[in-house]
């Protein structure tokens, strides 16, 4: 017994939780307990003769009714109130033939005591540490219908409405997200591969047991993960123990593409993607990205898993709060894309965001990332043994692959399964976040038991992401609800993808028609002539009729379009499926010419098109121009802010030839890197005779400091020089010329005041000539040109006229 | 404490601290530097004296195989490639999974778009043109020289079928500076030789 005790002992003292009951007994209530099922009237039939017979007929009681789907059919006990029952009445009770005995109610309190278990406690900028893996930026750093289901658009998440526990215990995420209902069901991600991209696994990790193949594409000889990151990504997904993951029957291959120092190449990832073809993976997870949307055979090679029905789950990066930096693949119409939110449905901080930009200047980005789900403090499998917590979109991104590999086994005919059909799946199914626009949160986050319901109620169909075109929608449809459509402006474009779930490759049927509803508007449809790997591009452009020149209010209608596939089971024969758009806008009067701002587009250039130097020198983590100089992504702060003071701001995404100036009070110009065309400066020219203003933001362009931020990419292994200077100064001097003005290629930053604005000025050139007659406003800064400190890359740099010195921190 | 202090103000003390880290420095760089390059070569160079253990199985000539399902290229956005070397339209394909070959536009072993070096520009016709029979002496050549990077794949593949999926797809032999095409136009091979640079 001693012994007995001991084991006990240290049975409790081994789970890291104490569980601690408080009982009440709940007065007056009784449950009377009888010695077979009754029907309800029986059961109060018997108690009522048992309470008569107590005595005095003084006895005040009612049988409490409990309301549940149990109360149609006989019970065995009935729950019965009893004011100031007496022992003996109790006893009488219990004398009745069919009842067995009589206790009071019980009230009971759990709490859960927890013991944190001894890990060595991760502080907040550890974890911040491993999302925030950050090699030079070109190779692939970490960090990385009728479908739905009639309920409305808005769904509840239990936010504001219920109470929630606000202790900040780490969650369990495959059970928050239900995965334990499938579970039951039987569905534990048996008979799927999936593949893991990244730092590898540790031969015999107790967690997995069904790892089938480990391979290593780096030049370093191992497979073993160095790092804990792959260990962890794998466990999100496949452990079968302690942080359980999602589907822990499901084959395992991992794929070592990251060394011990997280450096990668392209040519690796190819070489490891044919495999991955070539063993028929069916979930691949990506938890990596980078901005360069034009790494070619990167890019082709991720079309051609999704054409292989290999379904890709990427993260879309790590870059955020500010707009404009979504990652490559995982910015790909083929590919589910995934953001991460805290446990209190949150955005992230972290999670990138924001239009993609492969479409600028001329076109408009699409919507991203796909869904959203947990990507902060998720615990999983730890390097050797148990279990660690983590954050980023690398961990939100195996979140989604753990579920998607899960619902795949759920699947009878497996034929139903393929890159479009589960990405139609899980966002018809996500739930909206309440409070965020769709650039931030997709279509909401995941939610894995409706996903499950609509994958196995699937029919093969084509369906359109975003669903529908409300352009009312505040804040969802953010920035199209921010500023209403008038005659006259420019066309607004909605950039919707096509998900085609019954084929690889499909095509649009015809011309899709604008039945004549909400004639108000004009709508232009443009569409990719392929819809190829599982997906295409439809985009619409929407601009007021001249009609409705002077109209105010909402016009509606709807596009209709028609997607056909070859069949499969039909020799020439094609599955086709009709989608319907509907959309919502809202027209204004067209607003005076002096409310009405022009935003030049064309002019800005950003990476990966070329290398263009960061605007601001002293800021150290971000060497290139990436964010896509849009007024929705990184400028998004200057668009509210115009907007807010009754600014309309439109967008020129052609050469200034291609507007009409008379329609506008201002030409804005901002960090502009592209060169002028000869016609495009004698027509501004004329432009601003005829009244429109220029407002330029000239940035800066030193050759000193160019030919220093010149670097030797380890990717590509080339030396990559700078396309131009934060700005293109020069061809802006051609621009301005003809006007008397000119910028210097000096560098000044420091603090200035205007009116009541402190303001900061960071990196910028000064004015080398203007007319005498002019205004200009100056202030004394510091000048950089002069010696100065400022960061070049990582290197603390001192700029002196024609020389800069940095100092270089020798690594050995 | 004081002695010690005044050692270290010497000049020759200086001196040879100064040589010794200048010493240390230079050789655990260019040590570095030497293991990236071994290191970077190590996918690029092909090894004639290690050959890579691989298993396929070619059927030469008559097969007396009864083909009533074919195995097919899947990928493609209209042409697709049966096992039996037909490249036929999407719409020609029979619901077995072979090409319909009495469609006008199949054929069989057609190495359409590919130049002499093995490179094609659509990747249905290499596979098509790497499943004639007399492309094996060839590819039998490849399997016994490839490089030890490519193990993994190459010892994977059972069959000419999948080997010529396989070896048709773009690889690290594709590209040049990692992110670029070496030949953007035929960049699909089936021969030894990675594809010709384009001049710039």
């Known amino acids: 017994p001693a012994l007995r005790s001991l084991f006990l002992f240290m049975h409790i003292m081994r789970n890291v939780v104490l569980k601690l009951y408080i009982i009440l007994c709940v007065f007056p209530e009784y449950i009377v307990g009888f010695t077979g099922y009754f029907s309800a009237k029986a059961r109060s039939l018997y108690i009522s003769s048992a309470l008569r017979s107590a005595g005095d007929g003084t006895l005040e009681w009612h049988i409490v009714p409990r309301e549940n789907p149990a109360s149609d059919f006989p019970s065995d006990f009935e729950l019965v109130h009893i004011r100031q029952a007496s022992p003996s009445s109790l006893l009488t009770l219990e004398d009745h033939p069919y009842i067995k005995r009589v206790t009071p109610q019980r009230k009971v309190f759990r709490s859960l005591k927890y013991i944190p278990s001894p890990e060595p406690a991760a502080p907040c900028n550890a974890t911040r540490g491993t999302q925030k893996w950050q090699s030079w930026q070109s190779s692939r750093p970490f960090r990385r219908t009728s479908l739905s289901l009639g309920s409305g658009f808005w769904h509840a998440t239990g936010r504001h409405s219920s109470r929630r526990l606000l202790r900040a215990i780490p969650r369990h995420v495959a059970q928050i997200l239900q995965a334990d209902v499938l579970w039951q069901m039987g569905h534990t991600g048996s008979g799927v591969k999936v593949a893991v991209f990244d730092t590898g696994l540790s031969e015999k990790h107790p967690h997995f047991k069904n790892v089938k193949e480990r391979t290593n594409w780096t030049n370093e000889k191992t497979l073993d993960d160095g790092l804990g990151h792959g260990t962890f990504v794998a466990g999100v997904i496949a452990s079968m123990r302690e942080c359980q993951g999602f589907a822990p029957d499901s084959e395992l291959h991992i794929f070592r593409v990251f060394t011990n120092n997280q450096v990668s190449y392209t040519s690796w990832f190819l070489d490891a993607f044919n495999y991955a073809i070539l063993k028929k993976i069916d979930v691949l997870n990506l938890s990596i990205g980078g901005p360069d949307f034009m790494d070619h055979p990167f890019v082709d090679k991720v079309w051609e898993l999704t054409a292989n029905r290999v379904i890709m789950v990427s993260a879309i990066g790590n870059d955020g709060p500010l707009y404009g930096t979504l990652n490559n693949p995982a910015d790909q119409m083929d590919v589910i894309g995934v953001g991460g939110i805290d446990f209190e449905d949150n955005i992230a901080r972290f999670s990138s965001r924001g239009m993609t930009t492969w479409e600028l200047p001329g076109g408009y980005g ?161 569409y990719s002539p392929v819809l190829w790997p599982w997906a295409g591009y439809l985009a619409v452009s929407i601009s007021v009729a001249k009609k409705a020149a002077s109209w105010e209010g909402i016009a509606q209608g709807h596009v209709m379009v028609t997607v056909a596939s070859p069949a499969e089971n039909d020799v020439g024969g094609e599955l086709t499926s009709t989608v319907k758009l509907p959309i919502k806008v809202k027209i204004v009067p067209t607003p005076p010419r002096s409310k009405r701002v022009l935003w030049d587009q064309y002019h800005n250039l950003r990476y990966p098109p070329g290398y263009f130097p960061r605007d601001n020198l002293r800021m150290k983590n971000d060497p290139l121009d990436w964010n896509g100089d849009h007024i929705h992504t990184n400028f998004r702060d200057m668009y509210q802010h115009l907007r807010s003071m009754g600014y309309f701001v439109e967008v020129l995404g052609a050469p200034i030839t291609c507007f009409d100036a008379s329609q506008y009070g201002t030409l804005l110009m901002v960090d502009s890197e592209e060169e002028y065309f000869p016609e495009e400066i004698t027509k501004l020219r004329r432009d601003i005779d005829n009244g429109l203003s220029l407002i330029i933001f000239s940035d800066w362009y030193n050759t000193s400091v160019m030919r220093k931020v010149k670097f030797y990419d380890e990717n590509t292994r080339q030396w990559w020089m700078p396309d131009t200077g934060g700005a293109n100064i020069p061809a802006l001097n051609d621009l301005i010329s003809v006007w008397g003005m000119a910028f210097s290629d000096g560098l000044y930053e420091g603090d200035f005041t205007l009116a009541d604005h402190d303001m900061y000025y960071a990196s910028g050139c000064s004015i080398a000539r203007f007319p005498e007659d002019g205004i200009v406003i100056a202030k004394n800064l510091k000048d950089q040109g002069a010696g100065a400190w400022f960061n070049v890359g990582q290197q603390p740099c001192w700029l002196t006229g024609n020389f800069l010195i940095c100092v270089s921190l020798v690594q050995i | 404490m004081m002695v010690l202090r005044r050692l270290l103000r010497k000049r020759w003390v200086l001196g040879v601290v100064f040589g010794l880290s200048l010493i240390y420095f230079l050789t655990s760089t260019l040590k570095q530097e030497e293991r990236t390059i071994r290191d970077r070569t190590l996918l ?45 339209e999407r719409k020609d394909l029979l619901i077995n999974g072979c090409c319909n070959v009495n469609a006008p536009s199949t054929r069989q072993y057609i190495c359409k778009s590919c130049l002499a070096n093995g490179c094609c520009s659509i990747y249905e016709y290499c596979v098509s043109c790497c499943l004639q029979p007399d492309k094996q002496p060839l590819l039998e050549r490849f399997l016994n020289r490839a490089a030890e990077g490519f193990q993994n794949l190459f010892t994977a593949v059972e069959d000419h079928f999948e080997l010529c999926l396989a070896k048709c797809r773009t690889s690290s032999q594709s590209v040049q500076h990692e992110n670029t095409y070496r030949n953007p136009q035929a960049k699909y091979c089936y021969g030894e030789s990675p594809p010709e640079l384009l001049p710039v």
């Open chain 1, 366 to 526: 699409r919507v991203k990332p796909d869904i959203v789900t947990y990507g902060s403090g998720v615990r999983g499998s730890g390097m050797k043994e148990g279990c660690r917590s983590l954050s980023g979109t690398s961990v939100a991104s195996p979140v989604v692959a753990g579920a998607v590999t899960l619902l795949a086994s759920t699947v009878l005919n497996r034929e139903l399964v393929n890159p479009a059909s589960m990405k139609q799946a899980l966002i018809a199914s996500a739930r909206r976040l309440p409070g965020v626009n769709m650039f931030e949160q997709g279509h909401g986050k995941l939610d894995l038991i409706r996903a499950y319901q609509i994958l196995n109620s699937y029919r093969p169909q084509a369906s359109l992401s975003p669903s529908y075109i409300d352009l009312t929608e505040c804040p969802y449809m953010w920035p199209y609800c921010s500023q209403p459509i008038y005659y006259g402006g420019m066309p607004t474009i909605v950039n919707v993808t096509i998900l085609n779930g019954m084929g690889v490759t499909g095509r649009i049927v015809d011309k899709p028609y604008l039945p004549q509803n909400g004639d108000h508007i004009d709508v232009a449809i443009s």
């Open chain 2, 44 to 88: 690029e160079v092909r090894d004639s004296d290690h050959r890579i253990p691989w298993k396929v199985r070619f059927n030469l000539g008559n097969s007396s195989r009864q083909i009533t399902q074919c195995r097919n290229s899947i990928q493609g956005k209209t042409l697709l490639t049966d096992e039996l070397g037909y490249v036929c």
